[in-house]
């Protein structure tokens, strides 16, 4: 065996997109490298390059790819190491999706089926942040991996996400109430104060919107889909523009006429263990940004006057933090000044961000104890008996009926 397999998101947009393009530049100096994305037939490419290692990029997709792969080579006897990306925590995602689904429980079984099954597998993990990291370690402690460890040399290493993009970076924009939007209306994405406070903004200046991404398809699309349609309801919808999931090297020219942009979060675990990439980006564009604090990258930026803090909704209520936003927005300022922006970019750079990685590829092992084999059997086997119920009930006419009638009804009844 030999040289690394990297599964990941070889698509042109996306937070696994720009995480596989860090772990693959990571990577590349270090040996034999093949890059694979997760939909792709990563069984088959792992039995052809025979790895010594297998790391993954991104969180959902390529665990459950990389997980398929590693049974075909355990079954071999050819079983690699095993370096699992935890790129935010899969059970504070899964709790956020939790809310707008009407299957939570069905959500959080498939969350613990797969992520107990990839931290029973794994040998060594990277998280995005500091907390990341240690509910990664409680996740340790629960499968019974933990002691086999030897203190302080746990193989949960972090590494934040890298302020380096595809795209060359832009000159710090002056001040302006030109707001770029950028990314994903995901789960923790607080789009209902973010119109909000947009509206009263453009009701007091001459605020205008460029939405560049959107929906989350076969994730989430209910956010997005609020967003769009209360911002062309409004009085203000000809001051929107909405141009869809752009690739990484097209969004330089495309927010060349923005001034700021915005990130909000809602309640809940996932900001307190997740990266915001679209917040890095922003500053690598010489954008002023306005963004909670709640992830531990956004309140790194504040406190280096990258960003500027806005509460939450969470904290101070809707109306507080609609108005506060509106009125952060029209204060007309310019970004951070470019110096400063450059060194705090450049100290989070790829090379600076992946030690870790680069140090276990050099000389991957496997780990000297699985957990139990019973925990994930019982795991499995009530993730199937669930999925057996949830397909018969999907098929009844009175789920369709009700499923139906429950989509007429306002969100705040839905959760």
């Not at 996306?14 to 596989?20: D, I, K, N, V, Y």
């Not at 093949?34 to 290692?53: H, L, Y």
């Not at 330089?252 to 915005?262: F, K, S, V």
């Amino acid at each position: 065996m030999s040289g690394a397999l990297l599964v990941g998101d070889l698509s042109d947009a996306g937070f696994a997109a720009l995480r596989t393009r860090h772990f693959a530049a990571a990577l590349v100096g270090g040996g034999e490298l093949r890059v694979v994305d997760w939909r792709d037939d990563v069984a088959g490419a792992a039995r052809a390059a025979g790895p010594a290692a297998v790391v993954t990029a991104g969180n959902h997709g390529p665990t459950r790819a990389a997980l398929a792969a590693l049974a075909a080579l355990d079954a071999t006897g050819a079983g690699p190491a095993f370096w699992l990306d935890v790129a935010g925590d899969p059970f504070a995602e899964a709790q956020a999706f939790a809310a707008f689904s009407n299957e939570p429980a069905a959500t959080a079984i498939e969350a613990t089926a797969v992520w107990a099954a990839a931290y029973a597998r794994a040998d060594a993990f990277s998280t995005v942040c500091a907390p990341g990291r240690y509910a990664a370690l409680g996740a340790l402690g629960l499968l019974g991996r933990l002691p086999s460890f030897t203190p302080g040399e746990e193989p949960v290493y972090v590494m934040p996400c890298a302020a380096e993009f595809p795209d060359a970076p832009s000159p710090a924009r002056g001040p302006g109430q030109h707001v770029a939007l950028i990314g994903g209306f995901n789960t923790w994405f607080d789009d209902e104060t973010l119109l909000a406070g947009l509206l009263l903004a453009m009701s007091r200046g001459p605020v205008e919107v460029t939405v560049a991404g959107g929906a989350i398809d076969g994730h989430h699309t209910e956010g997005f889909e609020r967003f769009r349609a209360g911002a062309l309801a409004s009085s203000f919808a000809a001051r929107f523009r909405f141009v869809g999931w752009v690739p990484h090297v097209e969004l330089r020219d495309l927010l060349a006429p923005a001034h700021l942009t915005i990130c909000l979060d809602r309640a809940g675990p996932e900001a307190e263990l997740g990266a915001r990439t679209r917040v890095l980006y922003a500053l690598h564009q010489g954008l002023r940004v306005l963004a909670t604090t709640r992830s531990p990258i956004v309140a790194e930026a504040a406190a280096a006057s990258m960003v500027e803090a806005v509460p939450a909704a969470c904290e101070v209520g809707a109306l507080a933090a609609a108005e506060a936003l509106a009125g952060a927005i029209l204060r007309d300022r310019g970004a951070p000044a470019e110096a400063a922006r450059r060194t705090w970019l450049n100290e989070r750079s790829i090379a600076a961000t992946s030690a870790p990685l680069r140090a276990w590829a050099a000389d991957p092992q496997r780990s000297a104890l699985a957990p139990h084999a019973d925990v994930l059997a019982a795991l499995q086997a009530e993730r199937d008996a669930l999925r057996t119920e949830l397909t018969a009930l999907r098929a009844s006419p009175t789920f369709k009926v009700l499923n139906a009638g429950v989509r007429l009804l306002p969100l705040r009844f839905r959760r």
